[in-house]
């Protein structure tokens, strides 16, 4: 079993920065991909980024390319999630996903594709 633990998100006005952390613990793998999804009330499950531990590959939802920029310390089992720019409709729920294999580019963004998740952390940007 593999628990993710997140923190970071905030109420913050538009044109705000946040981080977010996602650590994992228990039985994790040197080989990882992690991924952080969002879902806003009514809406479904929605990819923002993954990263891979091997080879640094990464992914963006579109609408988050270049204002959001994921990085990871994997001695610590962490991912993180820089966002910038905040705009109202980033505010979500967002997830931490976890699986202990290298995730094929193609399946980065689906759900299925990760068998750990964390509980999500709140972010709210609103003026």
């Known amino acids: 079993q593999v628990q993710l633990t997140e923190s970071g998100g905030g109420l913050v006005q538009p044109g705000a920065s946040l981080r977010l952390s996602c650590t994992a613990s228990?039985?994790?793998?040197?080989?990882?991909?992690m991924a952080w999804f969002r879902q806003a009330p009514g809406k479904e499950r929605e990819f923002v980024v993954a990263?891979?531990?091997?080879?640094?590959?990464?992914s963006y939802e579109d609408s988050v390319k270049g204002r959001f920029t994921v990085s990871r310390d994997n001695a610590k089992n962490t991912l993180y999630l820089q966002m910038n720019m905040l705009k109202p409709e980033d505010t979500a729920l967002y997830y931490c996903?976890?699986?202990?294999?290298?995730?094929?580019?193609?399946?980065?963004?689906?759900?299925?594709?990760?068998?750990?998740w964390g509980q999500g952390t709140q972010v709210t940007v609103s003026s």
């Open positions: 996903a976890y699986k202990g294999q290298q995730v094929i580019l193609s399946a980065l963004s689906y759900p299925e594709s990760y068998v750990y």
């Open positions: 228990g039985e994790t793998s040197a080989t990882n991909t």
């Open positions: 990263s891979r531990s091997r080879g640094g590959a990464t």
